[in-house]
């Protein structure tokens, strides 16, 4: 059994909280989550780079985003790397940093994005009564996770369809089974797109800005992809998404190998 190394927030010694942007008197809260292993108890780093992906999507809601419409940013400070079977550690440290937040800033309605095993904390963490909607980014979804909290809830689901980490197709699933549970689901498939949002990165952060802004503002459905409706058995609609106009570019990242009916490998997610 490998001793457990995490960051002193486990212990009660520190936040759970990164705090990005701190306005006065915010409107609202995006928390963003990042991934990380399906099995790890190696302390979390700054410098991993699931954690570093993410940063990169949370400067560009903070710049195009968060100064607009008044919003407190942050993201949720791990303190392990991995999922961790029943111990689920990153959805532990994300309740943590929402009771944190709601001390801070009461009342405040909460957006939580999330990417690959982030993107699973965060559609578990939506059980939490002052989350209002969640962005799921290449989301983790085994079989059998839960979504009947998710009833009042809005799920925006982005995958690409190059993804070899997670599963395109359990994402899709997943957000069928939110729609049928009575939430309001929506989803797209990123023509081109890889798991570590690499590929296409402009569109990748384009169409989370435009999700964000909708989520946060609830004017402008508009900007959000397809609805499921509950009973929709049809395919997930696929898109070249908007905002970048070019060809496909970047590179594969740790997107490779197979992609398994539980959309698990060792690689980061």
């Not at 989350?131 to 085994?142: I, M, Q, Y």
């Not at 993804?163 to 023509?191: E, I, M």
């Given at each position: 059994?490998?001793?457990?190394?995490?960051?002193?927030?486990?212990r009660?010694?520190?936040?759970?909280?990164r705090?990005?942007?701190?306005p006065?008197?915010?409107?609202?809260?995006?928390?963003?989550?990042?991934?990380?292993?399906?099995?790890?108890?190696?302390?979390s780093?700054?410098?991993?780079?699931?954690?570093?992906?993410?940063?990169?999507?949370a400067?560009?809601?903070?710049?195009?985003?968060?100064?607009?419409?008044?919003?407190?940013?942050?993201?949720?400070?791990?303190?392990?790397?991995?999922?961790?079977?029943?111990?689920?550690?990153?959805?532990?440290?994300a309740?943590?940093?929402?009771a944190?937040?709601?001390?801070?800033?009461?009342?405040?309605?909460?957006?939580?994005?999330?990417?690959?095993?982030?993107?699973?904390?965060?559609?578990?963490?939506a059980?939490?009564?002052?989350?209002?909607?969640v962005?799921?980014?290449?989301?983790?979804?085994p079989?059998?996770?839960?979504?009947?909290?998710?009833?009042?809830?809005?799920?925006?689901?982005?995958?690409?369809?190059?993804?070899?980490?997670?599963?395109p197709?359990?994402s899709?699933d997943?957000?069928?089974?939110?729609a049928?549970?009575?939430?309001?689901?929506?989803?797209?498939?990123?023509?081109?797109?890889?798991?570590a949002?690499?590929?296409?990165?402009?569109?990748?952060?384009?169409?989370?800005?435009?999700?964000?802004?909708?989520?946060?503002?609830?004017?402008s459905?508009?900007?959000?992809?397809?609805?499921?409706?509950p009973?929709?058995?049809g395919?997930?609609?696929?898109g070249?998404?908007?905002?970048?106009?070019?060809?496909?570019?970047?590179?594969?990242?740790?997107?490779?190998?197979?992609?398994?009916?539980?959309?698990?490998?060792?690689?980061?997610?």
């Amino acid at each position: 059994m490998h001793e457990r190394q995490g960051t002193g927030a486990g212990r009660g010694e520190g936040s759970a909280l990164r705090v990005h942007r701190k306005p006065a008197d915010p409107l609202a809260a995006v928390l963003m989550l990042h991934g990380g292993r399906a099995d790890s108890v190696a302390a979390s780093r700054a410098w991993h780079p699931a954690r570093l992906r993410m940063l990169a999507v949370a400067r560009t809601v903070g710049r195009e985003v968060a100064e607009e419409q008044r919003l407190w940013t942050g993201c949720v400070r791990y303190r392990y790397r991995g999922w961790n079977g029943t111990d689920a550690d990153p959805l532990q440290d994300a309740m943590r940093a929402l009771a944190e937040l709601e001390r801070l800033h009461p009342g405040l309605p909460v957006v939580l994005v999330g990417h690959s095993m982030g993107g699973r904390a965060a559609l578990r963490a939506a059980e939490h009564p002052r989350v209002r909607a969640v962005v799921a980014l290449a989301p983790w979804c085994p079989p059998g996770e839960p979504v009947e909290h998710l009833r009042d809830r809005t799920v925006v689901v982005l995958h690409g369809d190059r993804d070899r980490v997670t599963d395109p197709r359990a994402s899709l699933d997943f957000a069928r089974r939110v729609a049928d549970a009575g939430g309001r689901a929506h989803a797209l498939v990123l023509k081109g797109g890889d798991h570590a949002m690499l590929r296409r990165a402009g569109t990748w952060h384009r169409l989370t800005v435009d999700a964000t802004a909708a989520l946060v503002s609830r004017g402008s459905a508009g900007l959000l992809p397809p609805a499921l409706v509950p009973g929709d058995g049809g395919g997930l609609a696929t898109g070249r998404g908007h905002g970048d106009g070019a060809a496909d570019g970047g590179r594969a990242g740790d997107s490779d190998g197979e992609v398994g009916g539980t959309g698990v490998r060792a690689a980061d997610r």
